[in-house]
């Protein structure tokens, strides 16, 4: 799966260097670290979130998981 366009927007106007990582297919993001060969704290996952408000997305290490009560 290739960087999402909002995202790879946000981090060029940021000047934030990323690489991108080519991998069989997984279920989780700590399996796509693991098929990369890429420590799970240097991977970032994306989860898109939905409130009264709208949509938002939340990245994040793919060691970590969100703790929705104190989002």
Request: glycine letters at 6%.
């Given at each position: 799966?290739?960087?999402?366009?909002?995202?790879?927007?946000?981090?060029?106007?940021r000047g934030i260097a990323y690489d991108v990582m080519v991998h069989p297919?997984?279920?989780?993001?700590s399996a796509s670290a693991e098929a990369s060969h890429v420590p799970a704290n240097r991977v970032?996952?994306?989860?898109?979130?939905k409130n009264d408000e709208?949509?938002?997305?939340?990245?994040?290490?793919?060691?970590?998981y969100i703790h929705f009560g104190e989002l």
């Open positions: 799966m290739g960087v999402a366009t909002a995202l790879r927007q946000y981090l060029a106007n297919h997984t279920e989780r993001a970032a996952k994306a989860v898109v979130l709208g949509f938002m997305v939340a990245v994040l290490p793919a060691s970590r």
